[in-house]
């Protein structure tokens, strides 16, 4: 559980007018701290797990001392948080859900799992308002709020999805895409394996298990013999001095091999085959990496762009997360996406600005707009830059900017790489639109 998530919870039980003096006032911000938490110790904050008792622990400032800055940043920028979720509901809830983990047994029934994606409905914190007159007479209405933060406007938004690539090669329509990606991907590691294994290379003193001669006998261009590279594993000694087997991939150095490594090479040369898997992954704003090339040509191919596209939609808006919800007679549960924007001065002085909102019905009716547009995606030679195992690229629906996207490594080599995404200020304004027709 992000803290931030925490000072939402207790702040969303406090009146407005309070919390808007506490963006002009320092005294009125730091005396919120401490109502904040008692209101998220009492009983109106509920938890499955022990998530609130750890959250508040963290929270809580030592006997005698004073909150941290970090947790006065966080308390600013939820409180621009809770003041833009009271654009859409205005009314304080009777009881405020943490997910976590664990999620409490009155809101089990909003959890949603599908996609590839474990929490598909990715609230961090329910509000419950209880049963309240709508439409179709008194319903018990929920409202799911995703949390974002960054310190000032200006500020770079945190991406809103972290999901491994092959989790958007889901179905029979994409087997062969994935088949394809798979081999230029095993080749590809073979082929760099290999090449550090070479006189001068930081894998030229390998003998732990698979010796570098052993290696350079294959071919990485050959399927079978790249797999048996690509597979190669090597025990390796744990900073507690306990073994554990590894791809050889992932391997920092030889200096980490039991048994392994030649103690007379160089440090530098015994440490460096990370960064040389590293540099083999960078690109530059004139070129892309041959690695991710193939993937930006795979998911190009106009018979699958517009199945990528739409599943990096999906999963980064969550808009198909109504027709997921199994609704129980008499409940009504509403998503927002909410992007806290404040932080403080080193004097504690808050500097608090509105919040960027989304509804998802929103967010629906933005890309129902452009449904009929083709999808396609474009490097941003810009972006990319050098010296990152990454490539930038944007998601269009025909010439509209919805998605700014980052695909790279964190560190697992022998896993697919990460899609790291963001909305665009174009998408941002699409959202404005569509929230205007709604009303």
């Given at each position: 559980?992000?803290l ?32 904040v938490?008692?209101?998220f ?14 959250a ?47 999620w ?13 994606m474990?929490?598909y ?67 590809f ?49 744990k ?30 040369t ?41 599943s ?12 997921n ?5 008499g409940?009504?549960?509403?998503f ?67 998605l ?28 404005k ?7």
């Amino acid at each position: 559980m992000e803290l931030s998530e925490a000072f939402y919870a207790g702040l969303s039980l406090i009146d407005s007018n309070t919390l808007q003096n506490a963006t002009k006032d320092t005294e009125a911000f730091k005396e919120l701290y401490n109502i904040v938490l008692q209101n998220f110790a009492s009983g109106r904050v509920k938890d499955a797990g022990n998530t609130k008792a750890s959250a508040l622990k963290s929270i809580t400032p030592k006997k005698g001392g004073e909150p941290t800055i970090k947790n006065y940043n966080d308390m600013a920028s939820m409180i621009s948080a809770v003041i833009g979720t009271r654009q859409k509901r205005p009314n304080i809830p009777e009881v405020v859900y943490l997910t976590g983990s664990k999620w409490p047994e009155d809101i089990q029934k909003f959890r949603v799992d599908g996609f590839g994606m474990k929490d598909y409905n990715s609230s961090d914190v329910i509000l419950g308002y209880g049963s309240l007159k709508g439409m179709f007479g008194m319903r018990n209405v929920y409202l799911g709020v995703s949390l974002k933060k960054k310190p000032t406007i200006t500020a770079d938004s945190p991406t809103m999805i972290n999901n491994s690539f092959n989790t958007f090669l889901q179905g029979s329509e994409l087997r062969k895409l994935e088949e394809k990606i798979n081999d230029v991907r095993i080749k590809f590691y073979a082929g760099v394996i290999k090449e550090a294994c070479l006189p001068g290379g930081p894998l030229e003193d390998l003998t732990n298990g698979s010796s570098a001669n052993d290696i350079l006998r294959l071919d990485p261009n050959k399927r079978r013999d790249a797999e048996k590279i690509f597979n190669i594993k090597v025990k390796r000694i744990k900073e507690n001095g306990k073994i554990e087997q590894i791809s050889l991939l992932n391997l920092k150095g030889t200096d980490e091999i039991a048994k392994g490594g030649n103690p007379r090479l160089p440090a530098k040369t015994r440490q460096d085959f990370r960064k040389f898997v590293n540099e083999k992954l960078y690109s530059s704003p004139t070129k892309v990496n041959p690695l991710f090339q193939s993937f930006l040509d795979a998911m190009s191919d106009p018979q699958v762009s517009n199945v990528i596209a739409d599943s990096l939609l999906n999963k980064t808006l969550k808009l198909k997360l109504y027709d997921n919800l199994d609704l129980y007679e008499g409940n009504d549960f509403e998503f927002l996406l909410v992007e806290g924007i404040g932080q403080v001065s080193r004097k504690i002085e808050p500097s608090i600005a509105s919040a960027n909102v989304s509804t998802l019905s929103s967010m629906m009716v933005a890309i129902l707009t452009l449904s009929d547009l083709p999808a396609s995606l474009q490097f941003d030679r810009q972006k990319t830059g050098t010296g990152a195992a990454r490539v930038n690229f944007t998601l269009l629906k025909g010439k509209h900017k919805i998605l700014d996207i980052v695909l790279r490594y964190k560190g697992n080599f022998t896993s697919m790489p990460q899609f790291l995404g963001t909305t665009t200020p174009e998408f941002k304004q699409l959202v404005k639109k569509g929230e205007q027709i709604l009303s």
